[in-house]
């Protein structure tokens, strides 16, 4: 892969190269890894079609940045193998790092170095053959001119998120690893970095990308839902709502706090979400289910509709079973 | 009354919580705790201000039973420790100008044949005075000290009693003491050359013991670490620009001891350069290893400190290498500035060539290499 350093001229032969490998962007086995006794990442296996927006759930502490940094090389697997890119994560590190564009949770940029030195500092450390035209190419591209002398420090946090991303996308990786690159942005920077993730992906550009909010989970073509180090659930947002076997009924009526803890002590209820003035109740037997919904016939304030899961309801669910399972 | 009590609960909360911090940093609590304890005992039992038994060369051109007398005498004032015995004049100059020994005490040839002839000849003792206090009270002692000995041994005893007017008789020999290369006793000359050593040592190693440090704790490193780049280059990148301004700075200071301290540059310029070019890269290089064994910037900061107090204090900079004792000489021979200080005093003052000063050569290059070895070892490629 260092052609890539020496030969400016050979970028495009080597992309094309690369974009014809193997059908998977990523496809690990097995991988875990612990911080001395404590296990965060178990036994962990994935795959993500080259061009997909692969999306990446799960609580805080699950193991998703854990995950993240193992696929880029920067953790070392205890148990397992794989290959980023057609390349094996435990040997062929730097090569992978080449090609691997990875957004870190926390703005890590030089807050000390101005919009244009970052970026130009970044394609020279991956070789790109005019780094000078390459960082005014991309600081046109994020609508940065005329702040491209600010320090990145002094930048908002959305502005520094575009940053970020547009760095990460600067040396043309086959492969963005994006973590959490939405927390604490308002909703309009999020719709449009959502909507730049996709051009990006049209191009052919495999996104793996981490995040808390179900309405971004909904953008990607599949998700992993990872709790515990644990992945629990993968595939498109349909097959994963429709792999939890969730019944769900939505019930309305006064008091929906007290009510919500009132459902929650009926057997045959196994998930309770208070949203708004109603309730999402769920369960996975259906006749268990409908029997506690017909226990609360007597009480004519409250209003029962049956319902369809939502992602969030699937993965409280998940989440509260793992829970029973791990600890 | 109540205002004071809420600012006393204000004050007890902050207290408080600084002690939890202070518990919680483990290097800094153990170096709270140990480091002052370690370094009381390793200076207070080093550090000695009229230094005994200092390195001294003979070149004995006369062996006979007198001059062993003489020799033992010397021994015996315990200021001097004969260590080597060069065989000729430019041997012993090496000797000198090198740092090896500071005293090289002459027998002219037929020395004894002229004491018996009562011609009162001369022991020709030359003194390295670059550093005035190891060797003034040295000087002092020998004239004395020794002519009174050999004196009772081999006349008083044998030919001559108490009081038979023979003590105030002229003496059997005499020491022609030959202060080289700061005759004056000039403290500057000695401490300027080495505060160019001392400025260095702090500057060089506070800039790269942060570079790393700085990196991890602004998150930073995790973007480097996960871009195309190998340790080696991360290293070589952050040392480089340091080693122009060390040379920058090492031409301010030694201009200045130049036009404002008269201190003199006996020997090669280009010498000097290519040397202190060493010195900058070893503490450079150790200040690295620093960055990459402290966990955060206070730390790399008190470890920088830590190393900084037995540079100045057993590296010959303040107190005298030869007076110390020789576990405290071992200990100063891994410091890069004690290598320095015998290449920068050498040549400034004693002209001293590459010849004189390889063996500092050799131990700042070891000592260069065995930091960035530690360094790239230590410098971690991954998050793990």
């Known amino acids: 892969m260092s052609g890539r350093e020496v030969d400016g001229g050979d970028l495009a032969a080597q992309d094309s190269a690369l974009a014809t490998g193997p059908d998977y962007a990523i496809d690990v086995q097995g991988l875990s890894k612990s911080f001395g006794t404590n296990q965060v990442v178990h036994n962990l296996s994935m795959r993500v079609r080259r061009g997909q927006i692969y999306g990446f759930l799960g609580p805080n502490g699950s193991g998703k940045t854990t995950t993240i940094r193992m696929l880029c090389g920067l953790l070392t697997p205890d148990e397992g193998h794989g290959t980023c890119l057609g390349m094996d994560i435990l040997t062929q590190g730097r090569a992978i790092r080449r090609h691997v564009g990875y957004m870190t949770q926390k703005f890590s940029l030089y807050a000390d170095l101005s919009v244009r030195e970052n970026l130009e500092f970044i394609a020279r450390i991956y070789g790109v053959p005019d780094a000078e035209a390459a960082a005014a190419e991309a600081i046109v591209a994020l609508g940065l001119e005329g702040r491209e002398r600010q320090l990145a420090g002094d930048l908002s946090g959305g502005w520094k998120q575009r940053l970020a991303l547009g760095a990460c996308i600067l040396p043309k990786p086959q492969l963005l690893l994006l973590d959490e690159p939405t927390a604490g942005v308002d909703p309009k920077a999020r719709r449009e970095f959502w909507a730049q993730i996709h051009d990006l992906a049209a191009e052919g550009v495999t996104v793996l990308v981490s995040t808390h909010y179900m309405d971004e989970a909904e953008r990607c073509h599949e998700i992993a839902y990872i709790a515990y180090g644990e992945l629990l659930a993968q595939g498109t947002v349909d097959e994963v709502v429709a792999g939890s076997a969730l019944h769900m009924w939505r019930v309305t009526g006064p008091d929906p706090a007290a009510l919500a803890r009132e459902l929650m002590e009926v057997p045959g209820i196994e998930l309770v979400a208070p949203f708004g003035t109603s309730v999402h109740v769920g369960g996975r037997d259906r006749a268990a289910l409908e029997r506690a919904v017909a226990s609360f016939a007597a009480r004519e304030e409250l209003v029962w509709r049956p319902d369809s899961p939502s992602l969030e309801d699937v993965f409280i669910d998940l989440i509260n079973r793992s829970r029973d399972n791990f600890r | ?384």
């Open chain 2, 1 to 384: 009354m109540i205002g004071v009590a809420g600012s006393l609960r204000r004050i007890g909360a902050m207290i408080r919580k600084e002690f939890i911090q202070l518990m919680r940093d483990r290097v800094s609590f153990a170096a709270m705790v140990s480091i002052p304890l370690l370094q009381l005992i390793l200076f207070g039992y080093a550090i000695n201000t009229t230094p005994r038994h200092l390195p001294t060369a003979v070149l004995a051109y006369d062996q006979s039973s007198l001059t062993r007398s003489i020799l033992a005498a010397i021994e015996n004032t315990k200021y001097f420790s004969i260590t080597h015995h060069p065989v000729n004049e430019a041997e012993a100059e090496h000797l000198l100008r090198s740092g090896q020994v500071l005293f090289v005490v002459e027998i002219p040839a037929g020395f004894e044949r002229a004491v018996r002839r009562g011609e009162s000849p001369s022991l020709l003792v030359s003194a390295d005075a670059t550093d005035p206090v190891a060797s003034t009270s040295a000087l002092a002692a020998l004239g004395r000290l020794v002519e009174t000995s050999v004196r009772r041994e081999r006349f008083n005893l044998e030919d001559a009693p108490e009081g038979s007017g023979l003590e105030k008789a002229p003496p059997p020999f005499e020491f022609r003491t030959h202060p080289r290369y700061n005759p004056a006793a000039v403290t500057q000359l000695n401490i300027v050359p080495g505060l160019l050593g001392t400025i260095l040592t702090m500057t060089m190693l506070i800039f790269t013991a942060l570079s790393v440090t700085r990196e991890i704790e602004r998150g930073t490193m995790e973007t480097l670490l996960a871009m195309p780049i190998r340790p080696v280059e991360i290293m070589v990148g952050k040392i480089a620009p340091y080693v122009m301004v060390g040379a920058m700075q090492a031409a301010m200071i030694l201009g200045a001891a130049v036009l404002l301290f008269d201190v003199p540059v006996v020997g090669n310029l280009a010498l000097l350069t290519v040397l202190t070019g060493l010195f900058i890269l070893t503490n450079l290089s150790i200040g690295y290893t620093f960055s990459t064994l402290a966990q955060n910037q206070l730390q790399a900061v008190q470890m920088t400190f830590m190393y900084f107090l037995p540079n100045i204090l057993l590296s010959g900079f303040m107190f005298p290498f030869a007076g110390m004792p020789t576990w405290a000489q071992w200990i100063a021979e891994t410091l890069p500035l004690t290598h320095y200080l015998r290449m920068v005093r050498g040549i400034l003052l004693k002209g001293a060539t590459s010849a004189d000063l390889v063996q500092n050569i050799l131990g700042l290059s070891v000592i260069m290499l065995v930091a960035m070895f530690i360094a790239v070892k230590r410098f971690r490629q991954t998050l793990d």
